[in-house]
């Protein structure tokens, strides 16, 4: 291979990666991997706190490179649906927050970007256990 160790040989090493921050309990992670023939494909992991239990559920979806038209088309129509027949008086722009009061969050995207979302995942993971810390002292 000419580019040598691109991935590290690590077939879980991101290439591009989003976090999307829903709430306290919830972070998604889209991430553009690759396979050994140097094809593209994203996984979209949902981590979800267990605020009793500890710990984390998570879920992943691989979404291959023939099917990202056809799934893009279906959400955008579903998600319309949504919006337009289900819930037309419901304001969805509610929860669209970048938690600019504190850019903590902004900054676990940058480094998202920059790295695979495993390590971000961690990161976020972190940052929510010291804020459920602050949380609990008052």
Do not use: C
């Amino acid at each position: 291979m000419e580019d040598g160790n691109r991935f590290n040989n690590n077939k879980y090493e991101g290439i591009f990666s989003k976090t999307v921050r829903a709430g306290k309990k919830r972070t998604y992670f889209i991430d553009v991997r690759s396979t050994r023939a140097n094809d593209y494909y994203l996984t979209i992991t949902e981590s979800k706190r267990k605020f009793e239990e500890g710990g984390y559920e998570r879920h992943k979806l691989h979404l291959y490179k023939e099917d990202f038209t056809k799934f893009l088309e279906a959400l955008e129509e579903t998600v319309h649906y949504v919006k337009s027949e289900l819930m037309p008086e419901y304001d969805f722009d509610e929860f669209n927050h970048k938690y600019d009061q504190d850019d903590q969050y902004r900054k676990n995207d940058e480094y998202a970007a920059s790295s695979s979302s495993e390590q971000a995942e961690e990161e976020v993971e972190d940052k929510e256990e010291e804020e459920d810390d602050e949380d609990d002292r008052w």
